[in-house]
T-cell receptor, first 116, second 114 residues
C-alpha cells in the first residue's frame, strides 16, 4: 500500500519570499510522484511529475521539486512566490506512471497563503 | 483543445435519492477516472474506465457505480444518497490506459446531500 504525508496543512509566506511545501511518501514498489495545484472552485492542475531520471524536476509557474529516495521525500519549492500562487497543493504517488490500480494516492493537501 | 468538462457543476439532492454525474474527457483520451474530494478524507480514487470497461476500483460501496460510452464520455451514479456523500467529485482523463500519461482533471461537480 502507498501513502503520502504532507507535513503542513497550511503555510503562510510573504510575497516574493521562497517557499517549500513538504511531502513524504511510503511505497513498497516503484514510485512515481506528482504535485498538483487546486485554485478555488477549480479542478486539479499538474505542476510537475517525477517518473525517472534526474531527481530535480522543474514544473510550471516556476515550481520545482526534488526526489529524495533515501528520505522518501518529494518537496516542492519556489524561489519567489506571487499572490497568484495562493492555492491548495497536493502531493500524489502511484505505482505506475499514469496512475495504477489504486489510481493516484493523494496527500491531504497544503494550503499556501501568500501575504502581501 | 478543450479540457475535461463535467456537468452539472453544482447539485443539491436529498437523502435516499440517486444522482448521475457526467464527464467528457479531452478529445482523444480513452481513460477516465473518478475521484471523491471531502474535507475529512481528502481525495480518494473511485474507479477508472478504459474502452468502456471498468479497469480499477477504489474502496467504495456498491452504491457508487459508473460507465463509459463508446465516445469515452463517462457517467458516475450514486444511489441511495447519504449525507456523507456530499463532496466534490472530480473526473480525470488521459490518452491511453498505459503508464506514462498525465491525468488531466476537470473542474468537478459539487454534490450537496441534504
Amino acid at each position: 500500500a502507498q501513502s503520502v504525508t504532507q507535513l503542513d496543512s497550511q503555510v503562510p509566506v510573504f510575497e516574493e519570499a521562497p517557499v517549500e511545501l513538504r511531502c513524504n511518501y511510503s511505497s513498497s514498489v516503484s514510485v512515481y510522484l506528482f504535485w498538483y495545484v487546486q485554485y478555488p472552485n477549480q479542478g486539479l492542475q499538474l505542476l510537475l511529475k517525477y517518473l525517472s531520471g534526474s531527481t530535480l524536476v522543474k514544473g510550471i509557474n516556476g515550481f520545482e521539486a526534488e526526489f529524495n529516495k533515501s528520505q522518501t521525500s518529494f518537496h516542492l519549492r519556489k524561489p519567489s512566490v506571487h499572490i497568484s500562487d495562493t492555492a491548495e497543493y497536493f502531493c500524489a504517488v502511484s505505482d505506475q506512471p499514469g496512475g495504477g490500480a489504486d489510481g493516484l494516492t493523494f496527500g491531504k493537501g497544503t494550503h499556501l497563503i501568500i501575504q502581501p | 483543445k478543450a479540457g475535461v468538462t463535467q456537468t452539472p457543476r453544482y447539485l443539491i439532492k436529498t437523502r435516499g435519492q440517486q444522482v448521475t454525474l457526467s464527464c467528457s474527457p479531452i478529445s482523444g483520451h480513452r481513460s477516465v477516472s473518478w475521484y471523491q474530494q471531502t474535507p475529512g478524507q481528502g481525495l480518494q480514487f473511485l474507479f477508472e474506465y478504459f474502452s468502456e470497461t471498468q479497469r480499477n476500483k477504489g474502496n467504495f460501496p456498491g452504491r457508487f457505480s459508473g460507465r463509459q460510452f463508446s465516445n469515452s464520455r463517462s457517467e458516475m451514479n450514486v444511489s441511495t444518497l447519504e449525507l456523507g456523500d456530499s463532496a466534490l467529485y472530480l473526473c480525470a482523463s488521459k490518452i491511453t490506459g498505459t503508464g506514462g500519461d498525465t491525468q488531466y482533471f476537470g473542474p468537478g461537480t459539487r454534490l450537496t446531500v441534504l
